[in-house]
């Protein structure tokens, strides 16, 4: 039986739901040799800043049950480098591109946009809200939902592009949030960052980490990402990229009966390079299996009833 | 990169130096330390593992004239190894550990290495002191010529950083095999970084093995 696994995020037409999350996946190039990236849905690149950023002191990792924390601070060489010197490659596989981008302030969420959105080959931009906020002092973007809103706002106008706004699981109500950024003008939602966690020495009494938190990925938090996917699905219409802790086809499908139109995988690309193909091809043997012709017919399908 | 179980924890691969290649494979040599190592320990023989590599980039060779000089503090032994056996009876090797049981492969070094000179952080075996204390004092005798040696190390980071010192005021040429905890091992997860004097870089990528001199100890 021949199975249709195209998803559509908005304008974006994927080939198939599985993308590669933000920050797991580096500029794509570092995979280029285990995969063919044009096999999958889309890449989701590292996290780009108006200017490079050199990141946070080591250590920035450390490995928890089943999951580990990271602190890598947004390391990256910044949009231009990125538009010159990787951009070009990613150009030649036949994927979506998608930029996950930040700032520390408005005006740079605003020119950071801006400046993406002029440049042929780049498909979508995915938010990163979960940076702290310089000009609020204490707050994080991404927790507070008037906060969300005006930044998602702003940003909106300043694209044209697809805009996809990655949601914190550090809040109360992941839904009040999802509906800040879905009303502000968003046309995908990614559901979820990483947690915020730590992780102590017993013998130096210190964190481990040297940033002394960071966010915790892996399979550990997929059963909270999966319930915030459940949650925002019932709270907004706009599609929903799921992510937390997949690690193969059976954990992808969850988040897309969940709700997810596609889903990302994250940690599980630092195991398996190659995880991201196994997932697209687990999906199609699932799906003809039970004899469902078109993906999009799972979707959501745990809400019914 | 090494994976040593199929289940969630630990999550990640191991990475591990490539101690010796034999005839129809390749050997690594790990001391018992942790999760990882610990299931390791006990796994059947005849178990296969899954395996990413090899990964990063290796010691640089001397050239024809220089003598090579080579530390190992400890389980370091595993990175030297394979540089020791490849110049062949070309070597000073100065091997430390805690203790006389710590110095594995003590036998084989000695096979391979045109000399080497141990020392014990206990002194149950050589020097009393640590491989770095060993270098130190065998330096001040060719503080005429350093340009006759190069350096290679692996070890501990305070042995390290302790060698570096001695090779920076002996103006000799050290390569320094780095260590930080790996997710990826492939360069795209920036977890692995160390500072240098030219930003961080990444210790699978653009090492492991690095100039002491470019590292900000």
Known sequence: MTVDISVKIGNLELKNPVMTASGTFGYGEEYAEFLDLSRLGAVVVKGLSLMPKEGNPPPRIVETASGMLNAIGLQNIGIERFISEKLPFLRTYDTQIIVNFFGDSLEEYIAAAERLSTVDGIHGLEMNISCPNKQAGWCIFGTDPGVTSQVVGAVRKATRLPLIVKLSPNVTDIALMAKAAANAGADALSVINTLTGMAIDIGTRKPKLANRTGGLSGPAIKPVALRMVYEVYKAVDVPIIGMGGIMNAEDALEFIIAGASAIAVGTANFIHPTVSIDIIDGITAFLAQEHIADINSLRGTAHAG | ?217
Not at chain 2, 46 to 65: A, H, K, Q
Not at chain 2, 138 to 163: E, N, T, V
Not at chain 2, 178 to 202: F, N, P, Q, S, W
């Open chain 2, 1 to 217: 990169m090494i994976e040593v179980n199929k289940g969630t924890d630990p999550l990640l691969k191991r990475a591990f130096s490539l101690f010796r290649k034999t005839g129809d494979g390749l050997q690594i040599l790990y001391r018992v330390r942790g999760k990882g190592t610990g299931i390791l320990r006990n796994m059947k023989e005849g178990t296969s593992l899954d395996m990413l590599g090899p990964l990063g980039n290796f010691y640089p060779l001397p050239s024809e004239d220089q003598t090579p000089l080579i530390i190992a503090g400890g389980i370091g032994i595993a990175s030297v190894f394979s540089l020791i056996e490849r110049l062949a009876g070309k070597a000073i090797v100065f091997y430390g550990a805690r203790t006389q049981d710590d110095l594995l492969m003590l036998k084989e070094v000695r096979e391979y290495a045109h000399d080497v000179i141990v020392s014990t952080d206990d002194g149950s075996a050589g020097k009393k002191g640590t491989a770095a204390e060993t270098l130190r004092s065998f330096l001040p005798s060719y503080a005429s010529s350093p340009a006759q040696f190069c350096i290679y190390a692996c070890g501990p980071y305070p042995l390290l950083k302790a060698l570096s010192q001695t090779t920076k005021e002996y103006r000799i040429r050290a390569y320094v095999s780095m260590e930080e905890h790996m997710a990826c091992g492939i360069g795209a997860c920036l977890g692995c970084v160390v500072k240098t004097h030219d930003g961080y870089k990444r210790v699978c990528k653009e090492g492991p093995v690095m100039t002491a001199t470019e590292i900000v100890w």
